[in-house]
């Protein structure tokens, strides 16, 4: 249940735009020259990668439809658990 | 936990941190001595109200589209009217995820000249750059940038600078990922504060805010997983290869010495010719017809650069007071007719209250709560 509203929490906030200025974890998919597939918990969104170094299987960090900061899994899920807990309150 | 019984003030900067901060509880366990107050960190919420009239008049002039993001949308200006008002006249607003949704568009309507209302600090200002290059390397000459981007970092150096009495900074997360939180070092010295990089999970919001209470002056990077001493190389050199940092007006505070990222002369070319027209715009505002108003007198009541009349925004993005102290929070100002900007964007100090506060606390009519 708790994975649903996040998960419907970010398809909102990447839909809406909600949140200017927070910034999500997801995993790359595949690439395409600037632009690469992201996967945030099963939404794909297109993001451009100009800012980091990255190949497919890492995660970003994404804000604004732009990957601000590559990190591997370790960091990614410690940040997406963060996400998870503010969803509890 | 050592502290002297003294009252001590923490500005978290970042709107998303004022979010989280409610969302923990936080607040409720901290010392009465302590206070959390929210600045100037919701590009949003410091957006002047003449900047939307440009917004306007873009979407009103004929073969243009303005883009802009949703939290946009709400934002009175100085007429009152809003951009969703100037969607429901017919106007053409388009709301958009990122500011790349640009690039499709505009490759598709070669007619149409879309402009992207940027807003934002140093982690959304990097997206403009690319944004350009990227319509530079599709060979599109029909998107426009309408830039009102801003450096949070230069408003703590102000908040410094003024005096105001801040006794720790909680520094905002994601700008750090751009910047570095090598970027404090210099304020910490010259203000003796303490600069504490935080992120966004409970338990790291408290550490932070332990920090800054017991930690005294210096930078300290607690979220460690997305920022780094020195930032992203990247970012910051497509900054400065794109913008000037210029004099700049944040709604509620004035203008603050080179805050702004203005793009540089060379660029000129995305820059949409209707800037330097400054007349605002006179669309209906919703309630104002609903009320019976004329649309001219209340464009006429609210014609310079400055808050509403009663709307007390700047005192809260500097701390002064809390959103509930504003004599409009709850009454004429609410998130779905915002008076002020700050509770206008979910992440305004006096939205993200309105939304967590107790009403037996805030004192307001349990009837005015709006359940989202």
Known sequence: ?89 | MSFEDKPFKIMEVCGTHTSAIFKSGIRDLLPENVRLVSGPGCPVCVTPPSYIDRCIRIARTPGHVLLCFGDMMKVPARGGSTLSDAKAAGRSVRMVYAPFDALALAAKNPDIEYTVAAVGFETTAPAYALLIEEAQARGLTNIRLLTALKSAVRAIEWICETGEDVDAFLCPGHVSVITGSAAYAPLAEKYGRPFVVAGFEAKQLEAAVRDCICGGSGVRNLYPEAVSEEGNARAKALLETYFDLTDAAWRGLGTIPRSGYELKSKYARWIPDQVRDDTPDVIPNAAAVIAGADPQSTAAAVSSDTLPPGCRCGDVILGRIDPPDCPLFGGSCTPLRATGPCMVSSEGACGIWYRNRSPVIAGADPQSIVIY
């Not at chain 1, 998919?29 to 190949?55: C, E, H, P, Q, Y």
């Not at chain 1, 604004?64 to 997406?80: D, H, N, Q």
């Open chain 1, 1 to 89: 249940m708790q994975q649903i509203h996040l998960l419907v929490v970010i398809y909102h906030d990447f839909r809406y735009n909600k949140h200017m200025c927070v910034a999500y974890p997801g995993k790359i998919l595949s690439l395409d020259g600037r632009t690469a597939k992201v996967d945030f918990a099963g939404n794909v969104v297109s993001v451009n990668i100009g800012l980091v170094d990255t190949r497919p299987g890492d995660y970003v960090l994404v804000h604004a439809g732009m990957a601000i900061e590559s990190m591997g899994e370790e960091k990614a899920r410690s940040i997406l658990n963060v996400f998870a807990e503010i969803n509890e309150f």
